[in-house]
Nanobody, 116 residues
Framework: QVQLHESGGGLVQPGGSLRLSCATS????????MGWYRQAPGKQRDLVAV???????NYGDSVKGRFTISRDNDKNTVYLQMNSLKPEDTAVYYC??????????WGQGTQVTVSS
């Protein structure tokens, strides 16, 4: 079993920046993908960004060029650096882990609100 713990959400003005963190309860070995998804009220949960154990990344079209995902395996943590934030980025952001067996783990979510 793995627990995921998100942090770093909050209220920020348009154009501002936030960095989200997701720490796993233990080290993850083998093929895996970690990433961030977001869900606004009444909307589908959508891909924000993912990073594989090999370092390959993929981004949702709406955040490409503004957000950067990275991981620090020594700290068992994945990060999402969010720049040039827009009101439409407002959502609950969820950390996700998929391991080689295809088991999926989700964090509890952290609220990001972009508003003046």
């Amino acid at each position: 079993q793995v627990q995921l713990h998100e942090s770093g959400g909050g209220l920020v003005q348009p154009g501002g920046s936030l960095r989200l963190s997701c720490a796993t309860s233990r080290s993850i070995y083998g093929l895996n993908v970690m990433g961030w998804y977001r869900q606004a009220p009444g909307k589908q949960r959508d891909l924000v960004a993912v990073v594989t154990s090999g370092g390959a990344t993929n981004y949702g079209d709406s955040v490409k060029g503004r957000f950067t995902i990275s991981r620090d395996n020594d700290k068992n943590t994945v990060y999402l650096q969010m720049n040039s934030l827009k009101p439409e980025d407002t959502a609950v952001y969820y950390c996700k882990l998929v391991v080689a067996s295809a088991l999926t783990y989700w964090g509890q979510g952290t609220q990001v609100t972009v508003s003046s």
